[in-house]
C-alpha cells in the first residue's frame, strides 16, 4: 500500500492528517463557545442589574423623585461593574467570535447593544433630573435589555454541539421568561398603586404572563433535569398560589362593583394597599429565577468544559489509534474502559473485530451526523420563535397592530385552527405575498 | 453624547467598530468560498478524468485485455495531473476550509476521499494484470467518485451566502447527474455487448434513469438562468430521441418473442450491434453535460468574486457613512448611483431622510434575516437529499434491501400516497423507533 502514490508530489497530507484536521476543528469551535459561554454570564449579570436600575428607576419617577434615591444611584454603580466586566470579557472574546459559524450576526448584535448600552449615561441624567417620563425611560431599559437578550439568542442559534446549544436555549428562554416577569412586575406595582388597571393595562399584563409561560416551557424542553430540578424546587417555596390570586384580580374580566370607568375608560378598581404585597411576591419570584439563571449559567460552563475535555481526550485517543494503524495496518478492539470516554463510542465498542482507518473515517462521518440531526431539535426551537417574531412584525407593519394585538391575533387563529402557533405564523408569512 | 461612557476604561470598542467587523466577517466568509470554488473546479474536472478512467478500464477488462490499452495509459495520466492539480490547490484552500461554517464535515470528506484516492494505484495494478472483476474495478471506481461529489455537496451545505449556496447545489446535482449519465452508459455498453438485458440489470439503468431526472430537476430549480438556458440548448444538438429509444428497449417490459430466458433467468435480448451506437450516443450526452459543467463551475468563480467585491464596496461605502456620522451624527440620502452597487440597498434607498447609526445597523440586520432566509431554500434541498439518503440506508439495513430496492420502496410508497418522496422519507426516519 502506497500512501504517498500522489502527495509525495506537493505535500504530504494523508487521509489521516484530515481526520485529525477535522476532530481539531471540532476542539476549536468548543474552545470558542467556552470563551462566548463567560460572556452570556456577564450578560446574564447584566441584565439582572438592568432590571434592578429600571426598577428602582420606576419608583423613584413614580414617587416624584422622593424616594429610591440613594438605592437608585447604588444599584447604578452595580450596573457600572457589571457593564465594566461585559466590555472586559468582550475585548478577552473578540477572536473567538471571529470564529464560529454565525460570527457577523453575533458581531452585529453587539453593535445593537453598544448602541444602546451608550445612551444609558444620558438616560440617567434624564431620569435624576426626571425630564423624561417614567413609560419612556422604562422602554429605553426595556429595549437595550432585549439587544444583550438577542446576543444570547444569536450564541444558541450559532452553537455547533446539540447539547450546548440545547443549554443555550433553555438559558435564554429562562432570561426571556425572567425579563417578562420583570415587566409584569412593573406593570402591576404601577397599576395597584394608581388604584386601577384600565384595559389596555390588562392586556398587556396578560402578554406578560402568556409570554412567560411559554418561555418556561421552552427553558423546561430544552434545560437538564439538575436545572429544570431546581427551578421546580424554587417554585415550591415561591407563594405561587398568591401571586395567581392577585394576578386573577389583575386579569379576569369582571362584572359588577369592582369594575367601573376611570376617565371615561372602562377598568377595575385594584387596592392600593396590595401594591407592596405584589412587589414583594413577585420579587420574591424573580429573585429565584435570578438563582436558577446562574445555575444555567454555570452549567454552561461546565458543559463547555466537559465537551471540551471529551473532544481533546478523542483527537488523542485518534491520534494513538493512527499511529498504532500506521504500524499495523489494524486496530485492536477497544476496551470497555477506553469506549467509555468516547463520545457516542458504542459504535466503536460494538464492534470486537479489528479496525481500519476506513472505519474510523466511518464513526467520525456518524458522530457528525448524529450531532448535526440532534441540533435540528434546538435549531427547531430557535426558527419557530424566529417565524412567531416575524410574523408579529408584518401582522404590526401591514395592519397596523401593537405588538401584544399581533401576538393575539396569532393565539387566537391557532387555537381556533387547533394548530401550534408557530405553524399559524409560518402561513402567515407564507400568504404575505398574496395578501401583503 | 458621550461615545466612550464605559469602554474608555477598558478599550475603545464601539458599536460601529463591531458594525465593521460584522460586515468583515462577511468578506472572509466570502474569500473562502473562493478559495473553495476553486477545489471544487478541480474536484469536478478530476471526478471526470476519472470516469474516462473508468469508461476505458472497463472495455480493457470486458475485451480481456485485448482493447483500449494504449487508451487506458493516456486516460491514466490524466488523471494523474488532475489529481496532482487536486492536490496542489488543496493545500493552498487548507486555512480556508479552517474558517468555513462546517469545517469538520468538510475536513472528513477530504479525509475520506484521500483514502480512497491512495487504492487508485494498486486497483490500476490490479486492472492491467486483469487480477479484478469488471463489476469490482467498475465499483472502486464509483466508491471513489462519490466521496468527491459528497465533497462538493458538503460545500453546498457549509454556503451562508444564499445565492453561492444555490449556485453549489446546481452544480453538485449537475455532477451527480453527470455520474450517474456515465454509470448508464456503461451498464448499458455491457448490456448491449453481451446482447441481453437481465431483470436486475433493467432495474439497475431504470434506477440510474430515475436518479438522473431527479439531479436534473434540483439542478434546473437552482441554476442561473444562462447556465440552465446552456444545459437546454445543448439538450437540442444530443440525438435525445435516440438514447430514448434505445433505453426503451432496455427497461419496456414487452410481452413475447424478445422476452426469453438466459440462465433459466427473464431477461431482455438486445442486439449486440447497437452497443457501439449507445456508447456513441451516451458519450456525447456526457460530454455536453462535460461543458455545462465547467460553465457551472465558472459561473461559480465568477459569483464568488462579484459577491465578494460587493462585500468589500460595501464595508468601505460603511466606513465612508461612519466617518461621515461621526462629524455630523446624521448623514445623507444615498444618491441612487451609490445605492445600486449595494445589494439589498432598496432598503436604504427607500428611505430619502438623513439616517443615523441605529439605522445602518438595522440595514445589517436585515441583510442578514434576509441571506438566513434565501439560504433556507438551497438548505431544503440539500436536507430532502440527505433525508431520503439516509431513509434509503435505514432500510436497506432494516428490511436486507438493496439501494435500488430501497429507493423503489420510498417511490412507491410516494406514489401510492400522493406524497413527495422527501416527505415519506421522512415519516419512514419518524417511524423507524417504532418499527425498527
Given at each position: 500500500?502506497?500512501?504517498?502514490?500522489?502527495?509525495?508530489?506537493?505535500?504530504?497530507?494523508?487521509?489521516?492528517?484530515?481526520l485529525?484536521?477535522s476532530k481539531?476543528?471540532e476542539?476549536?469551535?468548543?474552545?470558542?463557545?467556552?470563551?462566548?459561554?463567560?460572556?452570556?454570564?456577564?450578560?446574564?449579570?447584566?441584565?439582572?442589574?438592568?432590571?434592578?436600575?429600571?426598577?428602582?428607576?420606576?419608583?423613584?419617577?413614580?414617587?416624584?423623585?422622593?424616594?429610591?434615591?440613594?438605592?437608585?444611584?447604588?444599584?447604578?454603580?452595580?450596573?457600572?461593574?457589571?457593564?465594566?466586566?461585559?466590555?472586559?470579557?468582550?475585548?478577552?472574546?473578540?477572536?473567538?467570535?471571529?470564529?464560529?459559524?454565525?460570527?457577523?450576526?453575533?458581531?452585529?448584535?453587539?453593535?445593537?447593544?453598544?448602541?444602546?448600552?451608550?445612551?444609558?449615561?444620558?438616560?440617567?441624567?434624564?431620569?435624576?433630573?426626571?425630564?423624561?417620563?417614567?413609560?419612556?425611560?422604562?422602554?429605553?431599559?426595556?429595549?437595550?435589555?432585549?439587544?444583550?437578550?438577542?446576543?444570547?439568542?444569536?450564541?444558541?442559534?450559532?452553537?455547533?454541539d446539540p447539547t450546548?446549544?440545547a443549554?443555550?436555549?433553555?438559558?435564554?428562554?429562562?432570561?426571556?421568561?425572567?425579563?417578562?416577569?420583570?415587566?409584569?412586575?412593573?406593570?402591576?406595582?404601577?397599576?395597584?398603586?394608581?388604584?386601577?388597571?384600565?384595559?389596555?393595562?390588562?392586556?398587556?399584563?396578560?402578554?406578560?404572563?402568556?409570554?412567560?409561560?411559554?418561555?418556561?416551557?421552552?427553558?423546561?424542553?430544552?434545560?437538564d433535569?439538575?436545572?429544570?430540578?431546581?427551578?421546580?424546587?424554587?417554585?415550591?417555596?415561591?407563594?405561587?398560589?398568591?401571586?395567581?390570586?392577585?394576578?386573577?384580580?389583575?386579569?379576569?374580566?369582571?362584572?359588577?362593583?369592582?369594575?367601573?370607568?376611570?376617565?371615561?375608560?372602562?377598568?377595575?378598581?385594584?387596592?392600593?394597599?396590595?401594591?407592596?404585597?405584589?412587589?414583594?411576591?413577585?420579587?420574591?419570584?424573580?429573585?429565584?429565577?435570578?438563582?436558577?439563571?446562574?445555575?444555567?449559567?454555570?452549567?454552561?460552563?461546565?458543559l463547555?468544559?466537559a465537551r471540551?475535555k471529551e473532544a481533546h481526550d478523542r483527537l488523542t485517543h485518534h491520534?494513538t489509534l493512527?499511529?498504532m494503524?500506521?504500524?499495523?495496518?489494524e486496530l485492536p478492539p477497544l476496551s470497555p474502559m477506553q469506549s467509555a470516554s468516547v463520545y457516542h463510542s458504542h459504535v466503536l465498542a460494538d464492534k470486537p473485530a479489528g479496525r481500519t482507518l476506513m472505519e474510523l473515517l466511518q464513526f467520525q462521518a456518524q458522530r457528525l451526523q448524529q450531532m448535526s440531526e440532534e441540533l435540528?431539535a434546538?435549531?427547531?426551537?430557535?426558527?419557530?420563535?424566529?417565524?412567531?417574531?416575524?410574523?408579529?412584525?408584518?401582522?404590526?407593519?401591514?395592519?397596523?397592530?401593537?405588538?401584544?394585538?399581533?401576538?393575539?391575533?396569532?393565539?387566537?387563529?391557532?387555537?381556533?385552527?387547533?394548530?401550534?402557533?408557530?405553524?399559524?405564523?409560518?402561513?402567515?408569512?407564507?400568504?404575505?405575498?398574496?395578501?401583503?
Open positions: 500500500m502506497d500512501e504517498h502514490a500522489y502527495n509525495t508530489q506537493v505535500g504530504a497530507q494523508t487521509a489521516t492528517d484530515y485529525i484536521a481539531r476543528c476542539t476549536q469551535d468548543l474552545e470558542h463557545f467556552l470563551a462566548l459561554g463567560e460572556l452570556v454570564a456577564t450578560i446574564s449579570n447584566l441584565v439582572h442589574n438592568l432590571q434592578r436600575e429600571r426598577g428602582a428607576s420606576n419608583l423613584y419617577l413614580a414617587s416624584g423623585g422622593a424616594q429610591f434615591v440613594r438605592e437608585r444611584q447604588q444599584l447604578c454603580c452595580a450596573t457600572d461593574a457589571a457593564v465594566n466586566a461585559f466590555y472586559s470579557c468582550l475585548q478577552r472574546v473578540e477572536s473567538s467570535i471571529h470564529r464560529v459559524h454565525g460570527g457577523m450576526r453575533l458581531f452585529n448584535r453587539i453593535a445593537y447593544l453598544l448602541h444602546n448600552l451608550k445612551d444609558l449615561k444620558s438616560l440617567r441624567e434624564q431620569i435624576v433630573y426626571r425630564s423624561v417620563a417614567l413609560e419612556q425611560a422604562t422602554q429605553h431599559y426595556n429595549n437595550l435589555v432585549q439587544s444583550l437578550l438577542a446576543f444570547v439568542f444569536e450564541t444558541a442559534d450559532a452553537a455547533i450546548i446549544s443549554s443555550l436555549v433553555a438559558l435564554f428562554n429562562f432570561m426571556q421568561g425572567k425579563e417578562l416577569a420583570g415587566q409584569e412586575r412593573a406593570a402591576g406595582a404601577s397599576g395597584f398603586a394608581r388604584g386601577y388597571f384600565d384595559d389596555g393595562h390588562i392586556e398587556h399584563i396578560n402578554h406578560l404572563i402568556d409570554g412567560q409561560q411559554r418561555c418556561l416551557e421552552v427553558f423546561e424542553s430544552f434545560a433535569l439538575d436545572c429544570a430540578q431546581r427551578w421546580t424546587d424554587y417554585q415550591a417555596h415561591i407563594p405561587v398560589t398568591e401571586i395567581e390570586q392577585l394576578r386573577v384580580q389583575i386579569t379576569q374580566k369582571r362584572a359588577g362593583d369592582s369594575r367601573a370607568g376611570v376617565n371615561g375608560r372602562p377598568c377595575i378598581k385594584a387596592d392600593p394597599e396590595l401594591a407592596n404585597r405584589w412587589f414583594v411576591l413577585t420579587t420574591s419570584r424573580i429573585d429565584a429565577m435570578k438563582e436558577v439563571e446562574e445555575g444555567l449559567s454555570e452549567r454552561l460552563r461546565q463547555c468544559e471540551l491520534e493512527i499511529k494503524l500506521e504500524q499495523s495496518n435540528n434546538a435549531k427547531t426551537a430557535l426558527d419557530e420563535r424566529k417565524l412567531i417574531e416575524r410574523a408579529k412584525l408584518l401582522l404590526m407593519k401591514h395592519r397596523s397592530l401593537s405588538e401584544e394585538q399581533a401576538h393575539r391575533l396569532l393565539r387566537q387563529m391557532a387555537m381556533n385552527q387547533s394548530r401550534r402557533l408557530a405553524e399559524i405564523a409560518r402561513s402567515v408569512l407564507e400568504m404575505a405575498d398574496v395578501w401583503g
